[in-house]
C-alpha cells in the first residue's frame, strides 16, 4: 500500500475518533479500494483517456457557449467563450452538493457576464440554452430507465412463485 492510500488513512483516522466500534471490516474494503484506485492511476493509457475526453468536452462546452451567444445576437470571441465555459464549469463542480446545481449555474453566468461585456439577459439565457441541451440529452436516458425499470419489475413479478 503506498503513500497515498486515502481510503485506508481515512477510515484509521475515524476509527481513533470512534473507537468502540469494530471497523475491521470497513479497514479491508478501504485497503481494497485504495489499491484499485492505485491500479487506475498506474494504468497511463486510462489517464490520458480520460484527460483526452475531459478536453474534448470541455472544448465542445466552448464551441456550444459561442455558438449559443452568436444566435443570441451577442457574439464573442473564442476566449470569452472560453472563459465563460471554464469558470462556469469551475462554478458547477463547486456546487457538486447541490443537485443539478440549479440556480447556481444560472447565478455563476450572471455574474460572469460582465466579464465579457454580456448583459444580465443574455446571461441567463446562454444558461437556459445550457439547460435545454442537457435536458436534450438526459430526458431520453430518464425515459429508457423508467421503462426498463418498468419491464424488470413485470419479469420479476412473473417469476414469483404464488403463495396464498
Known sequence: MGSAALFGRLLRLTSIAF????????ATHADAIDVAVGALYR????????????FVGW???TGEVWLALR????PVGWLDALLLESVGQAIRGAAFAIPGSLGVQEGGYLALAPLVGLPPDVAL??????RARELALGLPGLVYLHWSERNWLRQR?????LTD
Open 125 to 130: 439565457a446562454l444558461s437556459l440554452v445550457k
Open 43 to 54: 494504468d497511463r493509457r486510462k489517464i490520458a483517456a480520460t484527460f483526452a475526453l475531459s
Open 71 to 74: 444566435f443570441l445576437d451577442h
Open 157 to 161: 413479478r412473473l417469476q414469483m412463485p
Open 59 to 61: 472544448l465542445v462546452g
Open 19 to 26: 473507537a468502540r466500534y469494530d471497523r475491521s471490516a470497513l
